[in-house]
C-alpha cells in the first residue's frame, strides 16, 4: 500500500539530501538480490533515521532486526565519535551481506553485529540506550519494547517500524483475523497510553511510531 501519491513521494525525494554512494549500493544489491527486498527502510526512511540519530548524538544504539544492514548505517550517521551500533538479527544468511557493506562504513568499528534471538540477545546486554529501532517480528514489538524501555537514558528514543502495516491497522476484518496486524494495533495503543514516554505517529513509508523517554 502506497501512503503518498508516487509524484509527492518523488518530489520529497528529489528535495532531500542524498544517501551515500555505498547505501545506493546497498539499496541495489538488496533490491535485485535478496528475498522481499521491501523490507529495506529505503532511501526517506533511512534519511529519516540519519536526521533523528545527528539530532540526537547517541552513544548507544540498539537496533532489532539488521536485515541487510542499511538502517544500522543510516543509524550510525549520527554516533557520538566512540559510540556504539548494536544490531540484531536471527538470519544467519543474511550475515555476509551485512558485513560486506558494513565493512566499507567510516563505522565499521562501531557497529557490532548480532546474530540469534533477539528476546535471548538483550538481556545479555548492560548498555544504557540512547536510540533503539525496532523492526524485527512484529508479534514481539511489545515484548521487545518492554524489554529495552527500563534500560534507556532519559530523553532517549524507541522508534518502531512498520506501525501502519501497510494500512491494516484500520481494517477491522484485517484486526480480527491477521494476527501481526491485531499485534501492531495493540502495540500502538500500549504506547500511546504508556506514561513514561511522549509519543507521535509518523505516516514515513509504512509508519514509523517514535517515543521519547520521559
Not at 90 to 107: A, G, K, W, Y
Request: glycine content about 6%; hydrophobic content about 40%.
Amino acid at each position: 500500500m502506497e501512503f503518498l501519491p508516487k509524484e509527492i513521494e518523488e518530489y520529497a525525494e528529489r528535495f532531500t539530501k542524498q544517501e551515500s554512494d555505498l547505501l545506493q549500493s546497498l539499496n541495489r544489491y538488496t533490491q535485485t538480490q535478496v528475498l522481499r527486498p521491501r523490507m529495506i527502510s529505503g532511501f526517506l526512511q533511512g534519511r529519516v533515521l540519519s536526521m533523528f540519530s545527528k539530532i540526537h548524538k547517541p552513544s548507544f544504539i540498539l537496533e532489532i532486526g539488521t536485515y541487510t544492514g542499511y538502517s544500522a548505517l543510516c543509524l550510525a550517521e549520527g554516533l557520538a565519535p566512540e559510540g556504539e551500533l548494536h544490531s540484531i538479527d536471527i538470519n544467519d544468511e543474511l550475515r555476509p551481506v551485512q558485513e560486506q557493506f558494513i565493512s566499507q562504513s567510516e563505522h565499521r568499528n562501531q557497529i557490532h553485529l548480532h546474530t540469534g534471538n533477539a528476546l535471548e540477545i538483550i538481556p545479555q546486554m548492560h548498555h544504557k540506550w540512547d536510540m533503539v529501532f525496532i523492526d524485527a517480528d512484529k508479534e514481539n514489538y511489545a515484548k521487545y519494547y518492554q524489554m529495552v524501555l527500563p534500560n534507556m537514558q532519559k530523553g532517549g528514543l524507541i522508534i518502531a517500524d512498520n506501525v501502519l502495516w501497510s494500512g491494516k491497522v484500520i481494517d477491522q476484518t484485517e484486526l480480527e483475523k491477521d494476527l501481526e496486524t491485531k499485534e501492531i494495533h495493540e502495540f500502538n495503543a500500549m504506547v500511546m497510553l504508556d506514561p513514561r514516554v511522549e509519543n507521535i505517529l509518523l505516516p514515513v513509508r509504512d509508519g514509523l511510531m517514535i517515543a521519547r523517554v520521559l
